[in-house]
Nanobody, 125 residues
Framework: QLQLMESGGGSVQAGGSLRLSCAVS????????LGWFRQAPGSEREGVAT???????SYGDSDNGRFTIALDNDKKTLYLQMESLRPEDTVMYYC???????????????????WGQGTQVTVFS
């Protein structure tokens, strides 16, 4: 069974950067999809980024080129590098994964079956 654990959230001033990490365990097959979504209280989940086993990535419209998803296969860790953060990026971010699932476009991240516990990002002005 896939297990995911996020880290790296925190508080940062607007315009700053954060890197979220997600330790991934339990991947059995070479066909998988990993990604990030975010969710504010009372709101719908929003796909942020996905990456597949061929390292093809998709991003949500809210990224505007500010976010980069990456996977370190050796460390079995998924990253989300976030630059030029804005107060509206203040939400919980969740790492998600699945095997043999569609990975693109970014909305596919909402269909993946395994989530972490989430990590809070707070951007203050």
């Amino acid at each position: 069974q896939l297990q995911l654990m996020e880290s790296g959230g925190g508080s940062v001033q607007a315009g700053g950067s954060l890197r979220l990490s997600c330790a991934v365990s339990g991947l059995t097959y070479s066909h998988y999809c990993l990604g990030w979504f975010r969710q504010a209280p009372g709101s719908e989940r929003e796909g942020v980024a996905t990456i597949d086993a061929d390292a093809h990535a998709s991003y949500g419209d809210s990224d505007n080129g500010r976010f980069t998803i990456a996977l370190d296969n050796d460390k079995k860790t998924l990253y989300l590098q976030m630059e030029s953060l804005r107060p509206e990026d203040t939400v919980m971010y969740y790492c998600t994964a699945d095997e043999f699932q569609i990975c693109h476009p970014v909305e596919a991240v909402l269909e993946l079956s395994y989530w972490g516990q989430g990590t809070q990002v707070t951007v203050f002005s």
